[in-house]
């Protein structure tokens, strides 16, 4: 199976070539420029989950290819494979083993923070005004995969008004440079947001992307807090070090370019700012930090004990970290072949509801979907549900009013909370006119598949459960 977030991006990537719209007929409040990825994804054709990590490896190669040229800076190439290597395996300890979206705009953010590393070096006008468009253009692309890099190119515009302001440009040019580099920075939001409002749809779109966060509900402190835990026993071979690296770069900041000690160090504090901007802290939220701290910490792994130490830990640590499910795609692959063929006779006809279960399913069963808020945790977790603009017990109820052909559900949430009131709708729904006709386990959970008793014949129903289906 894919991570859970991908399983959605690929579904809507693949809806929009049928003709939906995200944010109208399947919601979620990530930037259409994702959705749009994973649509051009499908178009390579196969199931398109190959293809979108292959496409994803390549955005891996780009920025660990930046990481390495930007170590060379002021290290050797040991320090700039070490650093280029740690971001490679950390992306696996984070939950970006996939195409989870900062794995995507990392690439995008590091080439872009590379151009204001070659503006350091830069001396006429025009040479830094051409890097620093091109920059802000990237940060335009990666904004439109999540919103988090916001900071970082809040940073780089400022660092390169900064840059043009030292090279003496007229407060005048630098006013017309500015307003270039925000309308590049906020074209393709721009564009995006045009599009919505020629169609119609312009309340969707800003319900989606700018009001629904702000609606959400903040996890309870303990769970903030063992997210943070998480995220600093997962990423402490970089989050260790970091400190002692910046000051040892501080110090010999003279020995090179001392512009890129600020450049790296504003960098590396824009990413932490974006990471903690959400409130909520998700490991592969840190995804965004890691290439600024790879850099960071590379000078340290140098002759001497404690070099080799750090550099030992830089690959080490992740290497241990790797969970062990990562190397059982075989059973993942036979589950969602198994879940599929159940499903696929009940929902010829009929849509399928994946109450809690792989989104994939309906990509492998071509089923269409009873609701546009197809990831399980927008009506199931009561951290999300007041952020859909809906009552999400009356969508509850119209979708199950609408008799799905098939019912997902699991033994387990992923989820800390469970939303009584669908939880009960669901329950009632299930006793009354569903049952189970397949159970198949995922490795770390089983999952259930309910049919509709209209469309099961009598002499095969299955006795299970139902209690156990959907957990209290």
């Not at 830069?122 to 890097?131: D, T």
């Not at 009506?379 to 098939?406: K, M, Q």
Request: aromatic share 12%.
């Amino acid at each position: 199976m894919l991570d859970y977030d991908e399983q959605l991006y690929l579904v809507v990537g693949d809806r929009i070539l049928h003709g939906q719209l995200p944010y109208v007929d399947l919601w979620d409040r990530k930037p259409v420029g994702l959705f749009l990825f994973y649509a051009g994804v499908r178009l390579l054709g196969g199931s398109g989950i190959i293809q979108y990590q292959l496409i994803a490896a390549l955005c891996v190669a780009v920025t660990a290819s930046v990481i390495w040229s930007i170590v060379r800076r002021s290290a050797g190439m040991l320090q700039g494979f070490v650093a280029a290597l740690a971001y490679v395996l950390l992306l696996n300890v984070l939950s970006g083993m996939g195409g989870q979206a900062p794995v995507i705009y990392n690439a995008f953010t590091a080439c872009a923070v590379w151009a204001a590393f070659r503006s350091n070096d830069a001396q006429r006008r025009s040479r830094i005004v051409g890097l620093a468009l091109t920059a802000m253009a990237l940060m335009g692309v990666a904004i439109q995969f999540k919103y988090m890099p916001v900071v970082e190119g809040i940073f780089l515009g400022i660092w390169f008004l900064w840059r043009l302001r030292n090279a003496e440009m007229s407060l005048k040019r630098l006013i017309l440079v500015a307003f270039a580099m925000i309308t590049l920075a906020v074209l393709p939001t721009i564009a995006a947001l045009a599009y919505y409002a020629w169609g119609g749809h312009l309340d969707a779109f800003i319900q989606a992307n700018f009001i629904s966060v702000f609606h959400r509900k903040p996890f309870p402190v303990e769970t903030r807090l063992l997210q943070i835990k998480f995220v600093l026993a997962k990423a402490i071979c970089v989050i260790a070090p970091a400190p002692a690296a910046l000051i040892l770069r501080w110090r010999r900041r003279d020995l090179g370019n001392p512009q890129d000690f600020w450049l790296l160090a504003g960098w590396t504090l824009s990413a932490v700012a974006g990471f903690g901007m959400l409130g909520d802290f998700y490991d592969f939220y840190f995804i965004t930090v890691l290439p600024p701290l790879c850099i960071a910490v590379a000078p340290l792994v140098r002759g001497g004990r404690i070099g080799f130490f750090i550099g030992c830990m830089l690959c080490l640590w992740p290497a241990l970290l790797t969970p062990s499910n990562y190397f059982k795609t075989s059973a993942y692959e036979q589950a969602a072949r198994q879940l599929a063929q159940a499903i696929t006779p009940y929902v010829t006809h009929r849509c399928l509801y994946v109450y809690d279960g792989p989104t994939i399913l309906y990509q492998l069963t071509r089923a269409c979907s009873s609701s546009r808020y197809i990831y399980p945790d927008h009506l199931t977790n009561p951290t999300e549900i007041p952020a859909l603009g809906v009552d999400a017990a009356a969508e509850e109820a119209r979708l199950l009013a609408s008799r799905p052909g098939a019912i997902v559900t699991a033994d387990r949430p992923l989820v800390p909370r469970v939303d009584p009131a669908t939880q009960k709708l669901v329950l009632s729904a299930l006793a009354r006119d569903y049952v189970l006709v397949a159970k198949v386990s995922v490795i770390e959970r089983v999952i259930y598949v309910w049919a509709l008793k209209d469309l099961h014949p009598p002499h095969t129903v299955r006795i299970a459960d139902r209690g156990a289906a959907i957990p209290e």
